[in-house]
């Protein structure tokens, strides 16, 4: 909205006090939806009651069309397939590398079923034991620092509020992450991998700003606790996801996107972090995965980066971005 001439009258933003156009459906300062209260009148916050009448606040026909059509539309993700090709097809090889090392280690430190099923595929079990290991945890952090380049992709790609918001982690800060996460795994042995997991997702919230929240970042709030819970959940469907050429995946993945989406905070016009309200469920989730499933199959993988685009499109879809007073959406 284009700042106010000196002869356009002005009034006070009902949210953050600042000057406005009197006619202004939106502040310029805030972002705030603005309303008429039927009863006096005056200028209000939309979702808000008048003080005087306890009436709520009416927007004017006439500015509707300006503002988002409902509170959904303040967080979208459309990123474009064809840009998701090159990440999926690295993580893709990454992946296939990490399966094949950490089997080779498996029957390398002597686990039956794994030897064996190596020498029935004609492969040599033998290898040198650490080396092989030492593939595994170097193609794991690899492979978490493809979805570091995904995750930015899709950030890049996603608007709240009507602006795009800002990854900002430098590649200074980006490799100083995995020498730390190569450093605390070869301290802990491999153990300290899923508090390594949520201190990487903290970071990278942290470094996605706001434009139109004065460029504060989000927050992120999931712990080393909860990961190591999805882990070994993860590890118990995993077979079952390989038995069935990924089309029970979605049993995996799920506990993941439920995760990492119920835990994000972002900034409401008052400098607070609130909660995303993340309302999708497993059978829609479940529905769309298996139509993207069914796809890719059928196109010998090409469709993968549509699929993909289609699953963030539906998480922003029943992601609610709320920062107006209502109840059950309280601050942090």
Known sequence: MPPASPSEDLKDCPSCGSRIPASAARCTLCKSNLGVCPGCGGWLVAGTSCMECQQQAVIPEDKKAALPKTIE???????????????????????????GALAGALAASGV??????????????????????GAAAGLVIL????????????IRHTTMFGEPLQCRRGAGAMVWGILSNVLILA??????????????????YASCAVPARNGRPLEFLGTGEEV???????????????????LLAPLATWVWVKWEHSNLLFPDRFGRQRP???????????????????????????????????????????????DEHRPGRTGA
């Open 73 to 99: 539309e303040t967080y979208t993700i459309d990123a474009p397939p064809l840009g998701l090709m090159p990440f999926l097809a690295v993580r893709f090889v990454l992946s296939v590398l990490f399966l």
């Open 112 to 133: 039956g079923p794994v030897r064996q099923a190596l020498e029935k595929g004609g492969l040599n079990p033998g290898g040198n034991l650490p080396f092989l290991w």
């Open 143 to 154: 492979i978490s620092l493809a979805n570091s380049f995904l995750r930015a992709f899709r």
């Open 187 to 204: 301290l802990t042995a491999g153990l300290g991998l899923p508090w390594i997991h949520a201190r990487n997702r903290r970071r990278f």
């Open 228 to 246: 190591l819970g999805r882990v070994l959940l993860t590890l118990l469907l995993v077979p079952l996801a390989a038995a069935t050429a990924g």
């Open 276 to 322: 995303m309200a993340f309302e999708g469920g497993f059978g829609g989730y479940f529905a769309r995965a298996l139509l993207g499933w069914f796809l890719t199959l059928l196109t010998l993988g090409v469709y993968r980066p549509w699929a993909l685009a289609a699953e963030w499109r539906w998480i922003a879809a029943n992601t609610v971005v709320d």
